[in-house]
């Protein structure tokens, strides 16, 4: 059993930054791809980004490309998700999930519980 608790979401103006963070459980977290979905109002959860469980591989959704950048710190468990220049079609709950496979994986196993990003234009 995998738990991932987010943190870090809120209101931000246009253009501006954020940057969620994911605890995770689990003694082999540093063998789990993990990654990040989101679900605006009215439409369906997409995948935005995954990083391979050494570091050394990450992929993005192509409307985020050049904006987020994910990371992550095995020693802590966490992974994180730096988003820069928002704009308001960012705005979504975002999820934390740790994902079935290596790189380029986007099925996930196990989901946080959420957390909202607001972005104001």
């Known amino acids: 059993q995998v738990q991932l608790v987010e943190s870090g979401g809120g209101l931000v103006q246009a253009g501006g930054s954020l940057r969620l963070s994911c605890a995770a459980s689990g003694r082999t977290f540093i063998s789990y791809t993990m990654g990040w979905f989101r679900q605006a109002p009215g439409k369906e959860r997409e995948f935005v980004a995954g990083?391979?469980?050494?570091?050394?591989?990450?992929y993005y959704t192509d409307s985020v490309k050049g904006r987020f950048t994910i990371s992550r710190d095995s020693a802590k468990n966490t992974v994180y998700l730096q988003m820069n220049s928002l704009k308001p079609e960012d705005t979504a709950v975002y999820y934390c999930v740790k994902l079935r496979g290596a790189v380029g994986a986007k099925l996930p196993d196990y989901w946080g519980q959420g957390t909202q990003v607001t972005v104001s234009s």
């Open positions: 990083i391979t469980g050494s570091g050394g591989s990450t």
